[in-house]
């Protein structure tokens, strides 16, 4: 038995009027991606016919079709055979290509990205030669990383410009008698200006009547000491050491030069200190006092460094910021 649903669809079929042939011709034309036949001032490109070209699909395919019928191409060969003559400058227009100045245009950091492939290209070529022992290259000042900046106008990273110092330390390795010029150069783009390596700092001598002044800074202190050989006396701007120290830590650290070397008996500290708090006015006294040693006893410099006093400790605080109950540490969060 049927049933109605059945019966009234076929019934509806049968009511349709058949599609006409025009209908049909133009849908199939829909099926095309491109015309078959040329359009106005459009023509179908010729089908793709793959070849062991390698540069099969580098040639451009589409043309321009001009108004009186003629693609570039037929117009070219019109030109050359009349000598060049006419020739129209929006069609020059239509050939032009804007080549960009450099590989790296289309990247965030052109510039920087040039300069490192340049360096890593003469590494790879000059990577062979001579090179020095290790710490015996040219001392070079290069830039610092707010300098290239400014100069390239890129926002260069700390991690990116780290990568270009390596490059340049490792060519500043190559013997002088080998380096290349254009290596050469390329270290001299990114020197300063001035060197400031060739500020020698004046030697500390010890005076007619035998002392010796030395300065010293650590946080936000500075000492001055003057040291004279003796019976061990020191007086910190005017007081004992016990009286102006009250800590243990501070009383030795203000003289660990002269304990670590075993001179604490032969030599008299007289110390003026301003700034800061405890901890940075015994540590500032700890570097000029081992200054001061070494205008008596050069070769105790060795042993110094051991002890850690003639480095410069460049470490300060850090601010507390808004907001934090300290330079780091932030206040409990509740959720509710």
Not at 3 to 13: H, K, M
Not at 259 to 272: E, G, I, P
Request: aromatic residues 6%; positive net charge.
């Amino acid at each position: 038995m049927e049933s109605p649903l059945l019966g009234r669809c076929l019934r509806r079929l049968a009511q349709c009027p058949s599609r006409s042939p025009q209908r049909q011709i133009v849908q199939q034309r829909r099926l095309y991606a491109t015309p078959a036949e040329a359009t106005g001032d459009i023509r179908a490109a010729p089908p793709i016919r793959f070849s062991s070209d390698p540069q099969q699909f580098s040639q451009p395919r589409a043309q321009f079709i001009d108004s009186d019928g003629m693609n570039t191409a037929a117009r070219r060969r019109d030109r050359n055979r009349n000598g060049n003559q006419g020739v129209d400058d929006q069609e020059l227009l239509r050939q032009i290509r804007i080549v960009p100045a450099s590989p790296s245009y289309f990247t965030a950091t052109p510039k920087y990205t040039d300069d490192l492939l340049h360096l890593s290209h003469l590494m790879r070529k000059y990577q062979l030669l001579p090179v020095l022992e290790p710490g015996q290259a040219p001392r070079i000042a290069w830039k610092t990383i707010d300098q290239y900046k400014t100069e390239l106008a890129e926002p260069i990273r700390s991690k990116g410009y780290n990568a270009l110092l390596h490059l340049l330390k490792r060519l500043n390795y190559i013997h002088p008698s080998l380096m290349p010029e254009e290596v050469t150069q390329a270290l001299d783009k990114f020197q300063r200006d001035v060197n400031p390596y060739l500020n020698i700092p004046k030697p500390i001598t010890v005076s007619a009547y035998g002392v010796s002044v030395a300065a010293g800074r650590r946080k936000s202190s500075s000492a001055t000491v003057h040291l004279v050989e003796g019976t061990g006396e020191c007086l910190i701007n005017g007081l004992p050491l016990p009286t102006y120290f009250g800590r243990l830590h501070d009383r030795e650290s203000a003289v660990w030069a002269l304990k670590s070397t075993q001179r604490l008996d032969k030599y008299n500290v007289f110390a003026l200190t301003r700034g800061g708090g405890t901890t940075g006015q015994a540590e500032a006294i700890t570097l000029a006092c081992a200054k001061a040693l070494l205008a008596h006893e050069p070769d105790l410099k060795p042993a110094l460094r051991r002890a850690g006093c003639v480095t410069r400790n460049m470490k300060r605080v850090e601010r507390k910021k808004p907001g934090k109950l300290k330079a780091r540490k932030m206040p409990a969060w509740v959720k509710r």
